[in-house]
T-cell receptor, first 113, second 115 residues
Framework: SQQGEEDPQALSIQEGENATMNCSYK?????LQWYRQNSGRGLVHLIL?????REKHSGRLRVTLDTSKKSSSLLITASRAADTASYFC?????????????FGAGTILRVKS | EAGVAQSPRYKIIEKRQSVAFWCNPI?????LYWYQQILGQGPKLLIQ????????DSQLPKDRFSAERLKGVDSTLKIQPAKLEDSAVYLC?????????????FGAGTRLSVL
């Protein structure tokens, strides 16, 4: 079953604009990760935020985590055409379950040049 | 560093036929995962190996799917017999668990079409 649910399902913006994607999940987590998938390719890890962290930055990426609301957001600033891809959040549960990741359905981002 | 290798990239078969996919993880990664990704959905874990032992295969349809990881390195996933609903991309990933992190590295996947 998929724990994370991304919102919106699809997003279309102009180059240079910011893109915000949201993820909600259901159970407690150790960490939450975001991955990008270009068309016809595998997933690429973008950023990981631990359950005791509230915000994290990496280049043009900013991730927030609100464990009380069981939600996370990914902000891509100054978007580029090359950012066009699908973005997935993935939750990492307790080590009792072998640290497996449960992925959401993803947000399709299209950046128009 | 070489990435996760998968083959073939594409496979077209008829229903009730069998098919096998191969994966070679990143060197030194003890954990290997097989995912099924249906069009428009996120990856769904089929099976997770730690070295050559199975950690989680709770979502593997064991009546038709099987997987092995001999010698704890490369792995094969087999479907026999295939059904129309097995049409999907099959992704292999590997990870080197460090503390509480579980960053996974994915191969490009095998796109399976069952006709």
């Amino acid at each position: 079953s998929q724990q994370g649910e991304e919102d919106p399902q699809a997003l279309s913006i102009q180059e240079g604009e910011n893109a915000t994607m949201n993820c909600s999940y259901k159970t407690s987590i150790n960490n939450l990760q975001w991955y990008r998938q270009n068309s016809g390719r595998g997933l690429v890890h973008l950023i990981l935020i631990r359950s005791n962290e509230r915000e994290k930055h990496s280049g043009r990426l900013r991730v927030t985590l609100d464990t009380s609301k069981k939600s996370s957001s990914l902000l891509i600033t100054a978007s580029r055409a090359a950012d066009t891809a699908s973005y997935f959040c993935a939750t990492d549960s307790s080590p009792l379950y072998g640290n497996k990741l449960v992925f959401g359905a993803g947000t399709i981002l299209r950046v128009k040049s | 560093e070489a990435g996760v290798a998968q083959s073939p990239r594409y496979k077209i078969i008829e229903k009730r036929q069998s098919v096998a996919f191969w994966c070679n993880p990143i060197s030194g990664h003890a954990t290997l995962y097989w995912y099924q990704q249906i069009l428009g959905q996120g990856p769904k874990l089929l099976i997770q190996f730690q070295n050559n032992g199975v950690v989680d295969d709770s979502q593997l349809p064991k009546d038709r799917f099987s997987a092995e990881r001999l010698k704890g390195v490369d792995s094969t996933l087999k479907i026999q017999p295939a059904k129309l609903e097995d049409s999907a991309v099959y992704l292999c990933a590997s990870s080197f668990l460090t503390g509480a992190k579980n960053i996974q590295y994915f191969g490009a996947g095998t796109r399976l079409s069952v006709l």
